[in-house]
Structures are given as structure tokens and as C-alpha cells.
């Protein structure tokens, strides 16, 4: 193998660095009217030391020039996972937040609002008075009553598609068990809005000794008692007994203190949950 070097000397000379004295000089290295010089290859670093100075610096000073980039680009990558590492904990820690906070609780005007939050994996709980019908003067406690749905005919057709698209509806309401269960349900039946029991591995029981509180036919009855602690109480028989528990829970009633206990008690069961205080019948009164 041959190797040569030509360097230029002004413009009349050229010299050429060989590892093969005894073969002849490339031809594309002579040009007209030049003289050229041949010598060993051993001698072209120091004869061209200061090129080799100039490109050994070149090159030095494009390794610094890397590694400089490589250490900005370490940093950059080592900045950027620790800003996804904290946005994946500020995500975990707001999942676990909305859990843990999971009931909702909102005012509304017309029944009819309840039902885009309504789906086949909803227990709706309904409060009968004031919310279902309107009983002002409380005249379930004697016969049955010709009452008639707060909104006409909008609360029976809201009523009637929670039950086509809900797991199942309820009632959740101030009135006694005793005396009044089955006026209660006479009553819902004759405005259109029969409840039944989605839970039919259980049947009616009596919640405290006084007979006051008690469950009948898809009803909670309270006797005036904090709603939240009887529907906490239904919940747990639920997953005693058939071990059950909801995914989801909608409340409605037109009382905000009923809706505060209710809340108060899905969060402590975590059970993910809408309540609505609802507003109609109190529009409807101050409006006459």
C-alpha cells in the first residue's frame, strides 16, 4: 500500500510524503512547472506540525463541544422525568382525593335535572314529600290521600325513566313505618309512580324496636330521624346479606338537611354519590 501527502509550498513546489521511496509519485500530484520534493512519511509530522496543531485543537474542541451538549442533554432528560415522576404522584394523589370525595352535592329547579346522572349502574333514592308529591298539610297519616305529583306530569315521566335506566329506585322518607307504609304505597300507585323492591332478598324489617323505622317494599321509613344514618344502616344489611354494595348513589329531596346527612354518611361507606336538593316545591310555593 502506497500513502502519499502533497502539500504546496507557495506556488512553484510540491512536496510529497511517502511511505515508498522506490515507487513513483502519484501523477495527479505534479502540475505544470512545479518542482516536487519526495520525502519519507516519518517526516510529514514534523514537517507539517503546525496543520497537525491546528486540527488536533479543531478536534478537542469538538469533543468539549459534545460533551458539553451530552451534559445539557442529561440534564434536560433528568429534569423531565422528575417533573412526569411528580405529575404522576399529583395524579395519583388527585384520583385518591376525588375518591374519597366522591359525593357531589348541587341544587336543582326541575326533577327532570337528575336524570343525565342516572345510569344502569345507579341506586336512586327518592324523598316522597315535597319532592314526589305535594302533601303539605301531611295527610298520609290518614286515608289515602288525592294528592298529586310536584310537577305533574313531568315528575311522573322523570320518575318512570330513572326506573327504565337505574339498577333500581327507592324511597327514602321522614314518614313512620308504622301507620303509614301502606298508605304510602296506595298513594305513589295512584299518581303513577308504584314503588317496588330491586332488592327481593330482602323483605321488610323494622330498623329499631319503637316500630317507628323500618323498611317496606323498596321504602325506607325514618319517623323524622336523620335520613343518612337509616340509609347507612339499609347499606350495610345490603352487603351483610346479599353482598351487595353500589357503585353509585343519587339522592333527591327538597330539604337540605336530609341532603347533608345523606352526604355525610356515603362519604364515610365511600360510596360515590349525587345529591340533589331539590327546589320545585319550594318554587312552587313562593310563587302562589
Excluded at 478536534?59 to 460533551?67: G, H, N, P, R
Excluded at 451534559?71 to 395519583?92: G, P, Q, R, T
Excluded at 319503637?210 to 317494599?217: A, I, M, Q, S, Y
Amino acid at each position: 500500500m502506497k500513502i502519499q501527502i502533497a502539500k504546496f509550498i507557495k506556488k512553484r513546489s510540491v512536496q510529497v510524503f511517502t511511505d515508498n521511496l522506490c515507487e513513483s509519485v502519484d501523477p495527479a500530484v505534479f502540475a505544470a512547472g512545479r518542482r516536487v520534493e519526495v520525502f519519507p512519511l516519518l517526516d510529514a509530522p514534523r514537517l507539517d506540525r503546525g496543520v497537525y496543531n491546528e486540527k488536533l485543537a479543531h478536534c478537542v474542541k469538538k469533543i468539549f463541544y459534545l460533551i458539553f451538549v451530552t451534559n445539557i442533554l442529561i440534564s434536560l432528560l433528568s429534569a423531565s422525568a422528575d417533573i412526569l415522576s411528580n405529575e404522576l404522584v399529583k395524579e395519583s394523589e388527585k384520583k385518591s382525593l376525588i375518591h374519597e370525595s366522591s359525593v357531589v352535592f348541587c341544587k336543582i329547579q326541575n326533577i327532570s335535572d337528575v336524570i343525565p346522572f342516572v345510569d344502569k349502574n345507579t341506586l336512586a333514592f327518592f324523598d316522597l314529600d315535597e319532592t314526589l308529591i305535594l302533601d303539605p298539610d301531611h295527610s298520609y297519616n290518614r286515608k289515602v290521600p288525592h294528592l298529586k305529583p310536584v310537577e305533574g306530569d313531568e315528575t311522573v315521566k322523570t320518575f318512570k325513566n330513572v326506573q327504565a335506566k337505574a339498577l333500581g329506585v327507592m324511597g327514602l322518607t321522614a314518614r313512620s313505618y308504622r301507620g303509614a307504609k301502606d298508605v304510602t304505597l296506595k298513594t305513589l300507585k295512584s299518581v303513577g309512580m308504584p314503588l317496588f323492591n330491586p332488592f327481593h332478598q330482602i323483605k321488610g324489617y323494622i330498623f329499631l324496636d319503637d316500630k317507628k323505622t323500618g323498611f317496606w317494599n323498596g321504602i325506607i321509613f325514618t319517623h323524622c330521624r336523620p335520613k343518612g344514618e337509616f340509609l347507612n344502616m339499609f347499606l350495610q344489611k345490603l352487603k351483610a346479606e346479599i353482598n351487595f354494595s353500589p357503585a353509585k348513589i343519587l339522592f333527591i329531596d327538597d330539604l337540605e338537611k336530609n341532603c347533608l346527612s345523606v352526604q355525610k354518611s356515603l362519604e364515610e361507606l365511600r360510596i360515590p354519590g349525587i345529591i340533589f336538593h331539590y327546589m320545585g316545591a319550594h318554587d312552587l310555593k313562593t310563587s302562589v
